[in-house]
C-alpha cells in the first residue's frame, strides 16, 4: 500500500511539473510580445495561439495544471502520515490521476480554440468543467475520506485543518464560478461573484494548501515541533473566517455596489494580522536554524517562500487603500503582486516539497547539488530581479501616466524598458524548472550514489 501510495505522489508530481512547463512557455511567448511593436505581431495570425488564447491557457495550466496537482500530490503524501492510515481508495485515486489530467487537457484545448467562458481563472468550458469537478470530487474523496476514517477529530495537527478547508471551500467556490456566475447573475451582481471567485480560488484553495506544505515540512526538516499549536489555530480560523468576505476588493470604482466596496476594505486590511500570525509562527518555529538553508534546498525555497508571502500579504491590504488604487488599478503593478503570491510564494513551497518528498517516495537521491543550486539562483534572479522587480515598476509607470492624462501610448512607451528584462527572466525561469525536471529524471539510488552496494 505504501509503494502504491507513493507511486500516486510520484505521478502527481510529474504532471505537475510537466504542466509547469508549459504553462512557462506560454507565458514566454506573452512577455516576448511586449518587448516591441513588432514583437507584439509573433503568432498573432495563428487564431489559436494569439495573446488572448495564451494568457489564459498560461494561466489555466499554472492554476490547475500545476499548483493543483502539487497539492493534490502533498495531499496523498502527508495525509496517510498525519492519520497513520493508508490511503482511502487507492485505486479510485489512482484513476482519478487521470481523469484529472484528461479534465485540465480538455480545458486548456477548449481556451486555445475559442471556447473560454467569461469569467477569470475559470474560462475553461463547461464540459471540461463537469470532468474537472468530478475529478476533484474523488480526490475531496480519497484525501477527507482518509481523515474520517482516522476519527482523529479531536487530534489533527493543522496541515488537516487547512487541507480540509482547502478542499472543502473550493468545491463550493468552484461551483458557484462555474453556474452562478456563468450562466445566472447578470452584470455588476456577476461581476461581483466573479471577483468572490478569484479572490477564494487564491486565498481558499491556493493559501491553505501552500501553508499546509509550510507546517508540515518546517518541523520535519528541522527536527523540532512547530512554536505555538495555539498560533496556527488562530490563524487557521481567522483565515476560514475573514478571507470569504473581502473579494469586492478586486472591484474597487466599479459598478459594484459602493457599500459592497467599503465593506471589503477593513476586511482586507484585517487580513494582515492573520498573515503575520501565521509567519510569526513559522520564524520562530526557524529560531536557531536558520543556517540550515545554505545546505538544505528544501529548506532554502521554503524560506524564501515565507518571505515572499510576507511580502505580497502585505501588499493586499494595502492595495485596499483607495488612494492606492487610483495608481495601482489595471497595472502592471497588479500582474506582479499575482505572480508573487502564484509563483514567489507557494510555486517555492511546491519546490520544497518536491527536493523533500523525491527521495523518500523514489528511494533515489537528485543527481547534482550544483544543478539544485543553479536551479535556485535562476528562480531567485530571475524571478525577483528580472521580473517581479520590473513589472512593479511599469506598473506605477502606467498608473501616474494614466493620473496624469497623458495618451495610453505613452504608458505604453514608459512600460517597454521594464518589459525586456520580464521576457528574460521566462528564459531563465524556464531552465531552472528544466534542470530540476533532469535532476530528478536522472535521480540515483541512494546507496549508489554513496557508492555503497544497494541494500
Known sequence: MKNEENRLVQIHLIAALTWLLFGMFAGLSLAYRLISPEAAEFLQNIPWLNFGRMRIFHTHTAIFGWLSNGFIA????????????????????????????????LGGIGILLGHAEGVEYAEAPWWADIVFALAFVFTILCSIGTIFKAGLSSQLYVTLWYIILGFSFTALNFIMANTIV????????????????????????????????VYYLLPVILQKPIASHKLSLIGFWTLAILYPLGGSHHYFYSPVPWWLQMMAVPLTSALIFVVYTVVYNFFVTMKGSWSQISSNISLRFL???????????TQGPFHALLSVQQVIHFTDWVVAHAHLALFGVFSWWIFAFIYFAWPRITGREILSQKWAEWHFWLMFIGFFLMYYIPDTIAGLMQGFTWLRGLPFIDSLKASQP??????????????GVVLLCLNLYYSQPQAQKNGSATV
Open 182 to 213: 456563468v450562466h445566472v447573475a447578470p452584470g455588476a451582481a456577476g461581476a461581483a461573484l466573479s471577483g468572490l471567485w478569484i479572490h477564494n480560488a487564491v486565498g481558499l484553495w491556493v493559501t491553505p494548501m501552500g501553508v499546509a506544505i
Open 303 to 313: 524560506a524564501f517562500g515565507i518571505f515572499s508571502y510576507i511580502i505580497t500579504c
Open 418 to 431: 521594464f518589459w525586456i528584462p520580464r521576457a528574460i527572466s521566462g528564459v531563465m525561469l524556464i531552465i
Open 74 to 105: 502533498f495531499t496523498y503524501y502527508a495525509v496517510p502520515k498525519l492519520t497513520s492510515q493508508p490511503l482511502f481508495l487507492p485505486k479510485l485515486a489512482r484513476s482519478n490521476f487521470y481523469l484529472t489530467q484528461l479534465a485540465i487537457l
